[in-house]
């Protein structure tokens, strides 16, 4: 993989976290609950620290592993992609965001899977990492709000 090669896989995922910021975003001004609101700017404001991110790691043009796997319990997997509307629940809100994780967990695994060049998989397979990890917290979110305990 040569520099330029890796800037143009760099700059994909770089806006890819911005397009997920400006849904975050836009999420945020269509729900009416202010706890969400609030919650989806924070989203937002985490896909843009991961944009700031990969913008640093395409200066460096380093190839390294910076995302360690979480483990994938496949708790997105087990439910639909809710709707975006005015009055969601929470638990809707997190399934929203699980969903979308697991979108880019799984766009980037297959373009690991599909790449020859070795330092080009070992990209795609950190940022799958990465994904996976945001997806993980999701599900931890969801699984709080979405089954909570009965005392």
């Known amino acids: 993989m040569n520099s330029a090669e890796y800037k143009d896989i760099m700059q ?32 937002s404001m985490e896909e843009k620290a991961h944009r700031e991110i990969l913008t640093r790691l395409m200066v460096k043009e ?4 910076y995302f360690q796997p ?9 439910i639909e992609r809710p709707r975006i509307k005015e009055d969601m629940t929470l638990a809707d809100a997190f399934a929203l965001a699980m969903k979308n994780e697991e979108y880019a967990m799984t766009m980037y695994k297959k373009m690991a899977d599909d790449c020859s060049d070795s330092s080009l998989k070992k990209v795609f397979e950190d940022f799958a990492a990465m994904e996976q990890g945001h997806k993980q917290n999701m599900e931890n979110f969801y699984t709080d709000v979405a089954y909570p305990e009965k005392w």
Not at 20 to 39: C, G, H, R, W
Not at 62 to 65: D, H
């Open 12 to 43: 994909y995922a770089i806006n890819l976290e911005m397009e997920a910021e400006i849904f975050y975003t836009k999420v945020s001004e269509k729900v009416n609950d202010p706890y969400l609101k609030e919650m989806f700017l924070k989203f």
């Open 62 to 65: 380093e190839t390294g592993q």
């Open 70 to 78: 979480a483990h994938d319990y496949g708790i997105s997997q087990t």
